[in-house]
């Protein structure tokens, strides 16, 4: 049987998160400015869209630039917001064929004027799409979001809104950049590299983590059949024992 077909229709992860890593690697190995493994990095994202869309995911979320990606030489930088306009403009269309909403988390609205554009109408373009919710983070970081949410409900006490004793996770999730959208059941993470990098820090509490060698700009549909396979064979217990859980399948009233 083939790799898809083995998948569990209704043990599908309903939200996978992705770190894209690994297109620098990618480019040194063929000899390339780091610039070319972006480049091709969007393949590979077009590929985990098409084939999440095509399964069924409701919603997927990609790391494509972290706050503290500035860091990187200016050029790298320019040549990775101008892809990310050139790409917005390309795919819309499609996007909207498959009917999947753009979304974006992180301090986009600072990112460069015609990035934000671009964004903002693929967001405005793709609102009404209901298959998948596709959202990118962009100039994101978990702790900046974090942060973020603290202060805006600070305000909200501040102002009497709200009471100290109403915060609780319900209302602290509502203020994060994500409400709305359900905590990653799967995150993948490409490169061999096995840390988080400040991606998704309050989402990710109880999500199962794969990592992958593949370098980003090889990543194709069967690598995320691959991980999908791997996070249903898990026991997802959530603190519990496992004779509780088989116990709970026999008799679901009693959960
Ligand atoms: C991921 O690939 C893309 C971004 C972070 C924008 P990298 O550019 O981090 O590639 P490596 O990790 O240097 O190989
Ligand atoms: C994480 O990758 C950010 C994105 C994929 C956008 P990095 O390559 O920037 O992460 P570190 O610096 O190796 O942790
Ligand atoms: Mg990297």
New binding site residues.
């Given amino acids: 049987m083939d790799l898809k077909s083995s998948i569990i229709k209704e043990k599908l992860p309903q939200h996978i998160a992705v770190?894209?890593?690994g297109n620098?690697r990618w480019a040194k190995q063929h000899g390339k400015p780091r610039v070319f493994g972006h480049r091709n990095g969007v393949q590979a994202v077009r590929e985990v869209t098409e084939a999440a869309a095509e399964l069924g995911v409701p919603y997927l979320t990609l790391?494509?630039?972290?706050t503290?990606?500035w860091n990187r030489p200016k050029m790298e930088v320019s040549a990775l917001m101008r892809l990310l306009v050139e790409t917005l403009h390309k795919e819309v269309k499609t996007l909207n064929k498959n009917n999947i909403r753009l979304l974006a988390i992180g301090d986009w609205a600072h990112l460069p004027e015609p990035t934000f554009h671009a964004l903002l109408q693929g967001i405005e373009a793709t609102r009404h799409n209901t298959h998948m919710t596709l959202t990118l983070?962009l100039n994101y970081s978990a702790r900046w979001e974090i942060a973020a949410a603290a202060r805006a409900l600070a305000n909200r006490v501040a102002t009497g809104e709200l009471l100290p004793y109403q915060v609780d996770e319900h209302v602290f999730a509502q203020a994060l950049s994500t409400h709305g959208i359900p905590d990653p059941e799967l995150m993948i993470r490409t490169?061999g590299?096995h840390?988080i990098?400040?991606?998704l820090l309050w989402q990710l509490a109880y999500t199962e983590l794969y990592f992958t060698p593949v370098l980003w700009p090889d990543f194709r549909k069967e690598h995320l059949y691959e991980a999908i396979l791997d996070y249903q064979q898990r026991e997802r217990r959530f603190g519990k024992t496992s004779e509780q859980l088989a116990h709970e399948m026999q008799d679901p009233e009693n959960r």
Avoid: K, L, V
């Fill in positions: 770190i894209m890593d620098g790391y494509a630039f972290s503290e990606n983070a490169s590299e840390r990098s400040n991606f």
